[in-house]
């Protein structure tokens, strides 16, 4: 079964920087892949997504802030957070896109000062 491991989740003041890694199969990480996100009360959302590992799409509200990139060498996804606002924290998803496998745990994100 195909699991995906979310980390680097935490707690940030507003405007601080966070990285989070998802370590999915090469089988899949090669193709096409998205960061989501679900805040208390809302539904979960698409904040970025990947294309074979260069083209990339984001969400209006994060764009020029968060930037999503692969390293297929260690079957890893990340997600740069940078200038982080209050309204980011959620909890961080990875998976395909559109999303067709088992979700993992996720990680935290918590914007606060």
């Known amino acids: 079964q195909v699991q995906l491991v979310e980390s680097g989740g935490g707690l940030v003041q507003p405007g601080g920087s966070l990285r989070l890694s998802c370590a999915a199969p090469?089988?899949?990480?090669?193709?096409?892949m998205g960061w989501y996100r679900q805040a208390p009360g809302k539904e979960r959302e698409l904040v970025a997504h990947?294309?074979?590992?260069?083209?990339?799409n984001y969400t209006d509200s994060v764009k020029g802030r968060f930037t999503i990139s692969t390293d297929n060498a260690k079957n890893t996804v990340y997600l740069q957070m940078n200038s982080l606002k209050p309204e980011d924290t959620a909890v961080y998803y990875c998976?395909?896109?559109?999303?067709?496998?088992?979700w993992g745990q996720g990680t935290q994100v918590t914007v606060s000062s």
């Open positions: 998976n395909r896109y559109p999303a067709n496998i088992p």
């Open positions: 090469g089988s899949i990480i090669r193709y096409t």
């Open positions: 990947i294309i074979t590992g260069r083209v990339t």
